[in-house]
């Protein structure tokens, strides 16, 4: 994002100077970054707050977590996959309906066992199937199933979460 042209100022922090509110932290941080509107904000009057403790308020997105119920190498749900996956393979985590609707085309998920968390490997959804019983995302691999120092891999995965 980019600044406003034609601003400039002579001000600078005094030597003790602290930011007393957001605003004129994130000017403190990032002098001529990426927030000039706050910036500029935080040179205007404000208000005294009579809590000494300032806090930034942001609604993040709900978890996105969901069971597997099994891993498999082909969209019908027939192969199961039993090791080996490198970066680039496609690979079809069943799970509920309701888990299905939870991702999207383009999320990056995290594919784990619960039990070893060494197993985890990152993942990209690249297509969706809603379809009762034999619901499924079908995920590209962005690293290979080789992180385990276990004898467990993706095939012992059963939490998918973005």
Request: proline fraction near 4%.
């Amino acid at each position: 994002m980019a600044g406003f042209l034609g601003m400039r100022g002579t001000g600078d922090w005094a030597t003790d100077q602290r930011p007393k509110n957001w605003r004129e932290g994130i000017l403190f941080l990032y002098p001529n970054g990426m927030a000039p509107l706050t910036a500029i904000m935080s040179k205007l009057k404000s208000e005294a707050v009579d809590d000494p403790n300032f806090y930034w308020w942001t609604k993040t997105l709900p978890t996105q977590r969901a069971a597997i119920t099994g891993v498999y190498t082909d969209a019908s749900l027939t192969t199961p996959y039993v090791s080996g996956g490198v970066a680039g393979t496609i690979l079809y985590v069943k799970m509920t309906e309701d888990d299905v609707k939870q991702f999207r085309v383009g999320h990056q998920v995290l594919l784990r066992d619960a039990s070893d968390y060494t197993v985890d490997v990152n993942a990209k959804v690249i297509a969706r199937s809603v379809n009762g019983a034999s619901s499924y995302i079908a995920c590209k691999l962005l690293e290979a199933d080789d992180n385990s120092t276990h004898s467990n891999n993706l095939s012992d995965a059963d939490v998918a979460s973005s």
